[in-house]
């Protein structure tokens, strides 16, 4: 049964999605405030949530101050963040600081719970291959781990199933719909900016130039591919 931390400030929200969630079969931890939810997950003996449902717009710290500190301290967790406006500026920034998917609400039971189980499937990306060398990136998809010049890199479930997809194919084009079927497995909801967002954080920890990606390319007006160059 997977845990979820939901973290919403809105009681009446907070509490129809907690009931929503645990009618699905989910555990559910909640906190109100990004404070509150941080504590949570450094606390040894607190609850082992397996994806979190963040809101935006919280008091004291916000949602993508939340993020983006999970992120800085090596956290793989899968975060949905909720906004309530969709907004492009709210969802860009929102996904620049790590989040893999987002919701906008009013969101129905049946949106959301669709996206958690793709999170948590993302979460369990294949085991099927061997280990790789790329140009001193290692990929390990049996113990599903990747390293640069024999130094470990934590990447969040999206960005290691992104990465897999990638390199498994050297030289073949991607294009953002077939990546957002394959890493995201909900095209019907998909949006290119998912794809982007976490190419660019992928970037920024897998390559040494990110603004001259040797790994992964744009090729414009079709998508990626996985060098290396």
């Known amino acids: 049964m997977p845990h979820v931390l939901l973290i919403e400030d809105d009681v009446s929200v907070r509490d129809g999605m907690e009931l929503v969630l645990r009618r699905h079969g989910y555990d559910v931890s909640t906190a109100a405030t ?104 290692t990929i390990d998809r049996a113990g599903l781990t990747v390293g640069k010049r024999g130094t470990a890199i934590a990447l969040p479930p999206t960005e290691l199933r992104l990465l897999l997809e990638l390199s498994a194919s050297p030289g073949r084009v991607f294009s953002r719909e077939q990546l957002l079927e394959s890493v995201w497995d909900h095209d019907f909801l998909g949006d290119s900016r998912l794809v982007d967002a976490a190419v660019g954080r992928l970037r920024a920890k897998i390559e040494d130039l990110p603004a001259r990606p040797r790994y992964i390319q744009t090729v414009r007006g079709f998508g990626y591919r996985f060098g290396p160059v």
């Not at 907004?87 to 998917?101: K, Q, R």
């Not at 294949?126 to 790789?132: C, H, P, T």
């Open 34 to 137: 990004g404070e509150a939810a941080l504590a949570l997950l450094a606390d040894p003996a607190g609850p082992a949530a397996e994806l979190a449902v963040l809101d935006l717009m919280l008091p004291g710290m916000d949602g993508f101050e939340v993020c983006r500190r999970l992120r800085a301290g090596g956290s793989t967790l899968p975060v949905i963040m909720l906004t309530a406006r969709g907004d492009d500026s709210d969802i860009v920034h929102g996904l620049e600081a790590g989040a893999d998917d987002y919701v906008v609400k009013p969101v129905t039971a049946a949106v959301l719970e669709a996206r958690i189980r793709a999170a948590l499937r993302r979460a369990e990306p294949s085991r099927s291959a061997q280990g790789e060398d790329h140009a001193g990136l």
